[in-house]
């Protein structure tokens, strides 16, 4: 199956700052999704990205599929944003394997 | 809330107990997914079921561990004889065919 990889793996902004997480992949696949994890351990969906440009808000993400790599942008953080951020892609039959996260703290 | 229900949130056993989780996936979902999630890691994959068929289970950690979805709606992941190293979060997800999955908040396992 694939294996996906992060970095970094911390990350302490202050507020108000951008930040870049990044995602590789070892093999093509045919969607990739963001997900940020709060403290209470619930995942909530961010971007269902195969490839392209997509927004929402103050969060982009791209993938350059044939490159195998996904990034996400957040911008003018707040403290709302810490958390853990996992991308995950697909093995046969949509079961994700996920990276081992970004922790990010957004420092008030 | 995603629409994904788990129940319990968090349940503390001691070892040598079988313990028995329940995820309520979003109704018109027909794919149900089931992840381990220890601390400081991402989540592990261990089985899915399209509606009541289960399509992947050799993720499973050991024989200990199984999982059912019996009129394809509900499932339940149930552990016998837990053991320390099953302390963790076990998350469920559904979804239809490929798309996005939708995740529960999890059901935070200690074992004593």
């Known amino acids: 199956g694939i294996q996906v990889e992060q970095s970094p793996p911390d990350l302490i902004l202050q507020e108000g700052a951008n930040s870049t997480l990044r995602c590789n992949f070892s093999?093509?696949?045919?969607?990739l999704q963001w997900f940020h994890q709060n403290p209470w351990g619930q995942l909530i969906n961010l971007f269902y990205i195969p490839s392209g440009t997509k927004q929402n808000g103050r969060l982009s993400a791209t993938t350059v599929a044939t490159e195998r790599y996904s990034l996400l942008y957040i911008s003018s953080s707040q403290t709302t944003d810490s958390g853990v951020y996992f991308c995950?892609?697909?093995?046969?039959?949509?079961?994700?394997?996920f990276g081992g996260g970004t922790r990010l703290m957004v420092k008030p | 809330d995603t629409g994904v229900s788990q129940d319990p949130r968090h349940k503390i056993t001691k070892r040598g107990q079988n313990v028995t989780f329940r995820c309520d996936p979003i109704?018109?979902?027909?794919?149900l997914y089931w992840y381990r999630q220890t601390l400081g890691q991402g989540p592990e994959f261990l089985t899915y079921?399209?509606?009541?068929?289960?399509?992947?289970k050799s993720r499973l950690l050991s024989d200990r561990f199984s999982a059912e979805r019996p009129k394809g709606s509900f499932s339940t992941l149930e552990i016998q004889r837990t053991e320390q190293g099953d302390s963790a979060m076990y998350l469920c997800a559904s979804t239809t065919g490929l798309d996005t999955q939708y995740f529960g908040p999890g059901t935070r396992l200690t074992v004593l």
């Open positions: 109704s018109e979902h027909n794919r």
């Open positions: 093999d093509s696949v045919n969607n």
């Open positions: 079921f399209q509606n009541e068929a289960q399509l992947e």
């Open positions: 995950a892609g697909p093995n046969a039959g949509n079961m994700l394997t």
